[in-house]
């Protein structure tokens, strides 16, 4: 069979997955539940700004979902981790730790603290950061001052957090990471955006570091329009991170008193309400999409030169995106180019933070794997299906 041959029967699998459909999209939102209803009562009430019953169940939810003692809703998930970054205390001039494969969002806030990012390889089966890599780079890049604190040799600056990406949903070492950190003294942020559902063993990504961000965009398994959220069992980190999100405003019955600089953060009660209409179905969303990868993961089976991204052993991954790795860059851009002629919505994954302009001169490890990934990899449909109207 000739790689066009190949090509045309990905894509006759992908319609069978989902039928019936002029335009394949590669994750749209369904909304089968109560969105009307609770959005409805939510613009009943006029409180449809960042006060509002619907925060509060929202976050009491995702506490229920996630095993979370805490959490706090953000106006979206950059926000989150912007915030995350400021409570674990990084400041201009402290560099932080995270991987070079990954959506720009997460270099964005660490620029926001100013701060700069150190760019690690990827982990070729988590496609997220790679443990080893990060070990690495440590051993060879690290030296503590009189205060016993991580510092780069090669910058001179102070180490101040690291932020591991669950990429498209499968989790990282994250346990070998979060020894290295502890051993180092940096702190460990989880950008969980995309891993809403995803456990190692049995606890939730986000709850293994010091504080775990959400996403709640459009593309999400569940979405609130745009949303975020802070998650975390650390009680004082969860009153800090609500109280800056809430423009550090000291409670009072009338008086206007912010007792530092604070965020306009917080979700709006109006998407809220969509999010706790989402969170009532996410159960059954997480059942369905982990049928279409198991449906998509043993077709690939049958292929040659293709090989779909499962699961690492003892995780759980959402398959929020399902990831086929193609033989090459020059394939995978033929197979782009054709799916987007047969109105199937397939993408490739991100640049490199290394090869774009804001980053170009920040430290890396060379991102060896992370390069291949990224002229091999392509996301394929993996929404929820849409049921018959």
Known sequence: MSKDQKYFQILSEIQKVYPNQDFI???????????????????????????????????KMMCQFTGAQYAVATMNGTAALHLALVLMGVKTDDEVITQGLTFVATANAITYCGAYSVFIDSDPERLGMSADALEKFLTEN??????????????????????????FGLAVDIYKIKNLCERYKIA??????????????DVHTGLIGDLGILSFNGNKIVTTGGGGMIITNNKDLALKAKHLSTTAKVPHQWDFFHDEVGYNYRLPNLNAALGCAQMEMLPNFLKEKREIAQHYEKFFATLKDYQFISEPKGTTSNYWLNSVLFADRKRRDDFLALSQENKIQCRPVWKL?????????CQHDGLVVARKIQDQLVNIPSGVRSLPK
Do not use: W
């Open 353 to 361: 933070m290394s090869e774009l302009p804001s980053f170009a001169q």
């Open 142 to 167: 690290v030296e503590f001052n009189v205060q016993g604190f991580a510092i780069n040799r090669k910058t001179k600056r102070r180490i101040k957090a690291c932020v591991p990406m669950h990429t």
């Open 188 to 201: 460990l942020i989880e950008d969980a955006a995309e891993s809403l559902g995803s456990y190692v063993g």
């Open 25 to 59: 999209p590669l994750h749209a939102p369904q909304f089968r539940g109560n969105e009307k209803k609770y959005v409805t009562d939510c613009i009943d009430t006029t409180y449809v700004s960042s006060v509002g019953a619907y925060v509060d169940q929202f976050e």
